[in-house]
């Protein structure tokens, strides 16, 4: 069984004060609240944020940038503490926020490849098996046994989406969406992603794109300056965050999720 249970959490960035410090507490259109302290400035990332998930959950997380997606996404997967509330998670978390992340250059394809999967808690009586599934899908042939820094961004894009092969995990989070550069990648990479997202026992995933959000969940959390604004289905939550996005013309052009 896996769950997420939220409760009056707050979460906040300190800063070392620095430059004018008065302008740096005006309110924008977009971006957490700014405290003024003694020594510090406190960036309000999430207030009082409570939700529970539990299994079989498929949600989905919108708001326009600096609500704080990226912030709760980070606490769900247990990288970030609390200043109040508590939180509490049950089940192994597969956080996907920057799959390349920890790559070493001057190592080759396949010792990356090995390192992740230690990372990723693959069983050492397994390893070689992912290695060489990683390998056949990433189609990088001899460049697989040669240093990540001899890759063009092409090939390393190519080693970056074949590492999907290796995720495992009951609670799925994803900070936007992966997607493949190569078009000749694309249609493994998204029978993978579908594979991970179906075998989740919960699903968190933070996208602008109206279409994922339709493909992947039927809940929608909107986060609006660092607290929840809405918790809801996703056609009503959606709907009411398009009609408050069109009364923000005074801020200026604000993109339209697609």
């Given at each position: 069984m896996a769950?997420?249970?939220?409760e009056?959490a707050?979460?906040?960035y300190?800063?070392r004060?620095?430059g004018?410090?008065?302008?740096?507490?005006?309110?924008?259109?977009?971006?957490?609240?700014?405290?003024?302290g003694?020594?510090y400035?406190?960036i309000?990332?999430?207030?009082?944020?409570?939700?529970?998930?539990n299994?079989?959950d498929r949600?989905g997380l919108i708001?326009?940038?600096g609500s704080g997606?990226?912030?709760?996404?980070?606490l769900?997967?247990?990288?970030?503490?609390?200043?109040?509330?508590?939180?509490?998670?049950?089940?192994?978390?597969?956080?996907?926020f920057a799959?390349g992340?920890?790559l070493?250059?001057?190592?080759?394809g396949?010792q990356?490849?090995e390192?992740?999967?230690?990372?990723?808690?693959v069983?050492?009586?397994?390893?070689?098996?992912?290695?060489?599934?990683?390998?056949?899908l990433?189609?990088?042939?001899?460049?697989?046994?040669?240093?990540v820094h001899?890759?063009?961004a092409?090939?390393r894009?190519?080693?970056?989406?074949s590492?999907?092969?290796?995720?495992r995990g009951?609670?799925?989070?994803?900070?936007?969406w992966?997607n493949?550069v190569?078009p000749?990648?694309?249609a493994?990479v998204?029978?993978?992603?579908?594979?991970?997202i179906?075998?989740?026992?919960?699903?968190?995933?933070?996208s602008?794109?109206?279409?994922?959000?339709?493909e992947?969940?039927?809940r929608?959390?909107?986060l609006?300056h660092?607290?929840?604004?809405?918790?809801?289905?996703?056609?009503?939550v959606?709907?009411?965050?398009r009609?408050?996005?069109?009364?923000r013309?005074?801020y200026g052009?604000?993109k339209?999720?697609?």
């Amino acid at each position: 069984m896996a769950k997420i249970v939220i409760e009056n959490a707050s979460v906040s960035y300190f800063l070392r004060k620095r430059g004018d410090v008065a302008k740096s507490t005006e309110r924008g259109a977009v971006g957490a609240e700014v405290i003024i302290g003694q020594r510090y400035l406190e960036i309000a990332a999430l207030k009082n944020i409570s939700l529970r998930l539990n299994d079989g959950d498929r949600v989905g997380l919108i708001g326009v940038n600096g609500s704080g997606k990226s912030t709760l996404l980070k606490l769900c997967a247990g990288a970030l503490g609390v200043q109040s509330g508590r939180v509490t998670v049950e089940g192994r978390v597969s956080p996907q926020f920057a799959l390349g992340s920890g790559l070493k250059p001057k190592l080759s394809g396949r010792q990356n490849t090995e390192l992740k999967c230690l990372y990723m808690g693959v069983p050492q009586s397994s390893v070689g098996r992912h290695v060489e599934d990683v390998k056949a899908l990433s189609g990088l042939g001899g460049y697989f046994e040669l240093p990540v820094h001899s890759y063009s961004a092409g090939m390393r894009s190519r080693l970056v989406m074949s590492l999907l092969r290796l995720v495992r995990g009951e609670i799925l989070i994803m900070d936007e969406w992966i997607n493949a550069v190569d078009p000749s990648l694309s249609a493994a990479v998204g029978g993978l992603q579908t594979q991970l997202i179906e075998k989740a026992k919960i699903l968190l995933l933070a996208s602008h794109s109206q279409r994922v959000l339709e493909e992947w969940v039927d809940r929608l959390i909107w986060l609006d300056h660092a607290e929840i604004r809405a918790d809801g289905s996703l056609q009503k939550v959606h709907l009411e965050y398009r009609k408050w996005l069109k009364t923000r013309s005074a801020y200026g052009p604000v993109k339209q999720p697609t």
